[in-house]
C-alpha cells in the first residue's frame, strides 16, 4: 500500500441502518411529546391553528395557574404515596424472593420460579374481578394500600427475573468464604449482596415507580374517594371540567408527567448498568 494513500473506514450498512432506525424511533417517541409540552404553552386558538409549531405567544400563566393550585399538588401526593409503597414492597419482596432463588438450594425452587414467571403472561385487567374481591374483603377499598399492593403483585415476576440474574453473578466463592466464617444467609443478603446491587436495585425501583405512576385501572376500580385520586384519575376529572380548553390539558398533562422523565434522566446510568450486568462474560 502506498504511503500517500490514506485509509478509510469501510462502509458499514447494517451500522447505518441501525442509526436511521434509532432516529426514527427517537422522533416517534419526541415529537408527541414536545407537541404536548408547547401546547400547553399555546392559546387555545393558536393550539388548533398551529398544533405543532413553536408559540407565537407564550402563555405561561397557562402552567402557572395548574402550578398554584392544590388539587395539582394533592393528585401529585397521591400518585407518590402509592407509587413509594409500591416500589418499597416491591423491592424489599422481590430482591429477598431473587436472592433465595440465586443462592440458596431447596427442594422445588425451580417449579416455583417458573410458578412465578407465569405471572408475565397475564396482565392486570385479565384478573380486575377476583382482586377487588380480595381487596375488598381484607378491608382495603379506598386506601392507598388498596391500589399498592396489587401493584407489587404484578410487577414481583419481572423483578424477581432481573434481581435473580444480577445476584447469580455475584462470586459464589464469596458466599462460601463468609459462610465459612459464620456469616448467616441473611447478614451476606444485607452487607454484601444489597451494597453491590444498587444499579439492579435502582433499574427495578425506576421500572416499578413509572409503572405505578401511570397506573389507570387498578385505582380506577379501588378508588372511590376523589381526594385520593393519582393523576392518571384526576385528569379524567380535570379533562371533564375543562373538556374544551385543551392547553390547559396539555400542561397538566405535562407537568403530571414531569416527574417520571426527571426520574428516568437521573436514573439512566444506573438502569443502563443494571440490564445490562451479567450480559458479557470472559
Known amino acids: 500500500m502506498s504511503s500517500t494513500q490514506t485509509s478509510r473506514a469501510p462502509f458499514d450498512p447494517a451500522g447505518l441502518f441501525k442509526a436511521l432506525f434509532l432516529a426514527a424511533i427517537a422522533i416517534f417517541v419526541l415529537v408527541p411529546l414536545l407537541a404536548t409540552v408547547l401546547g400547553g404553552f399555546k392559546s387555545l386558538g393558536e393550539l388548533r391553528v398551529n398544533p405543532f409549531g413553536l408559540p407565537q405567544h407564550w402563555e405561561w400563566q ?32 422481590a430482591s429477598m424472593a431473587a436472592f433465595a432463588f440465586a ?24 384478573a380486575v ?34 434481581l435473580r440474574r444480577f445476584f ?30 444498587r444499579p439492579i436495585l435502582a433499574t427495578v425501583g425506576t ?6 405512576w401511570n397506573a389507570y385501572l387498578l385505582p380506577l376500580v379501588m378508588l372511590n374517594t376523589d381526594a385520593l385520586y393519582p393523576w392518571p384519575l384526576g385528569i379524567m376529572v380535570y379533562q371533564g371540567e375543562y373538556s374544551s380548553e385543551w392547553h390547559l390539558i396539555l400542561a397538566f398533562i405535562t407537568l403530571t408527567i414531569l416527574p417520571t422523565v426527571v426520574l428516568f434522566l437521573l436514573a439512566q446510568k444506573h438502569i443502563v448498568a443494571g440490564l445490562t450486568a451479567g450480559a458479557v462474560k470472559g
Open 207 to 212: 421500572i416499578t415507580f413509572v409503572n405505578s
Open 168 to 197: 447469580k453473578d455475584i462470586p459464589y466463592e464469596l458466599l462460601e468464604a463468609a459462610l465459612v466464617d459464620g456469616c448467616s444467609y441473611i447478614k451476606f443478603f444485607r452487607y454484601v449482596t444489597l451494597p453491590l446491587s
Open 129 to 162: 374481578l377476583p382482586l377487588f374481591i380480595k381487596v375488598r374483603d381484607l378491608g382495603l377499598l379506598d386506601t392507598y394500600f388498596g391500589v399498592a399492593l396489587p401493584q407489587v403483585a404484578f410487577s414481583l415476576a419481572m423483578s424477581v427475573l432481573l
Open 62 to 93: 397557562n402552567y402557572a395557574d395548574i402550578l398554584f393550585s392544590a388539587r395539582y399538588w394533592q393528585l401529585l401526593r397521591n400518585s407518590l404515596i402509592i407509587s413509594s409503597l409500591a416500589v418499597t414492597l416491591t423491592l424489599i419482596v
Open 103 to 126: 443462592h440458596v438450594r431447596f427442594y422445588g425452587s425451580s417449579m416455583l420460579l417458573s410458578y412465578l414467571t407465569l405471572g408475565l403472561l397475564f396482565p392486570a385487567a385479565t
